[in-house]
């Protein structure tokens, strides 16, 4: 924990200081080619499989990422009971954060929490009930050397509020947020929960959050369409944005991103221009496709 004391907003410095800052790419499909069965828990591979987990890690910080996320995605006590590993919570949470501590040396670690995939208005789930839940999360993040919790993939506003909360009230670190939109037919941007950008900007702002964007759903080109529409409500907070390769295609039995790297980094001037300050991938992206990322951010986007 003391590593993250130290690193204690210094992301949000660096971005305050004119900085672009480069995050990395996928875990899931990066975690499905090193074998990963459909079925099996990505997070337990934090214990038994660690040199692997460390592989990814390290392949974006040699791309030049400027920082990592942890494998836990799903590490909610809601998610792990799927695989009846509800009581290893703590256990598989610090070890995440612990080898992405080890990969990341100097550069920063992202302590991923993802939705539980329970449902607040269907009565599946109370508030304190999400509370809880990403509160222990968190807090084993932490205790293993994340920076920053990194809110992720969310669709329903109020489970992204009590994270985000759950992150601010019991941790030191930095609370990050993103949510998951998709382009409706008349153009607008909304979750699968109906929520748009500007109502997650006013909201988890108010929740505490240090830094608000979107990741999955969508390739880099219809994330400036976000960026600009949270731009549009409020100018000051940074954005983070973690794109797909591009919207998959099913070929020969088997989903593939499609998007380059050289078409992924084609965007990214006029990403930062609309207002990102980290850029990333998601789904389908590589180190190559952070590598591409990182020489025009270093080029000063010209």
């Not at 998610?79 to 080898?99: C, H, P, T, W």
């Not at 930095?174 to 037919?185: L, P, Q």
């Not at 529409?229 to 390769?245: C, G, K, T, W, Y």
Request: net charge negative; hydrophobic share 40%; aromatic share 6%.
């Amino acid at each position: 924990m003391a590593r993250a004391i130290i690193n204690m907003g210094k992301i949000i410095e660096a971005i305050k200081k004119g900085k672009i800052l480069v995050s990395d790419g996928a875990w899931g499909t990066f975690l499905q080619k090193k074998g990963l069965q459909p079925g099996e828990c990505p997070e337990l591979w934090n214990i038994t499989k660690p040199d692997e987990v460390m592989e990814i890690a390290q392949s974006y910080i040699e791309a030049g990422a400027d920082m990592i996320e942890t494998n836990s995605f799903g590490g909610t006590v809601f998610k792990l009971k799927n695989y009846g590993l509800e009581a290893r919570v703590f256990e598989i949470n610090k070890a995440a954060a612990e080898i992405s501590r080890k990969a990341a040396g100097d550069k920063f670690v992202l302590g991923s929490a993802g939705p539980t995939g329970k449902i607040l208005m269907m009565g599946e789930v109370t508030k304190e009930e999400l509370y809880e839940a990403f509160k222990e999360q968190c807090i084993a993040l932490e205790a293993g050397g994340a920076d920053a919790i990194m809110v992720e993939t969310m669709t329903d506003l109020e489970e992204a509020r009590l994270a985000v909360g759950a992150a601010k009230e019991n941790t030191h670190c930095e609370v990050f947020c993103t949510m998951t939109f998709e382009k409706t037919a008349d153009g607008k941007f909304m979750s699968m929960m109906g929520v748009s950008p500007t109502e997650m900007a006013g909201a988890l702002v108010n929740a505490g959050a240090d830094l608000l964007g979107a990741n999955c759903g969508n390739g880099i080109a219809d994330m400036i369409g976000i960026v600009k529409e949270i731009r549009r409500v409020n100018q000051e907070i940074p954005i983070l944005v973690h794109a797909n390769a591009g919207m998959p295609v099913f070929e020969d039995g088997k989903t593939i991103f499609p998007e380059t790297p050289d078409e992924m980094a084609a965007r990214v001037t006029e990403i930062i221009d609309a207002g990102a300050n980290i850029i990333g991938g998601c789904c389908g992206t590589t180190p190559g496709h952070i590598c591409k990322i990182r020489e025009v951010a270093d080029s000063g986007c010209k």
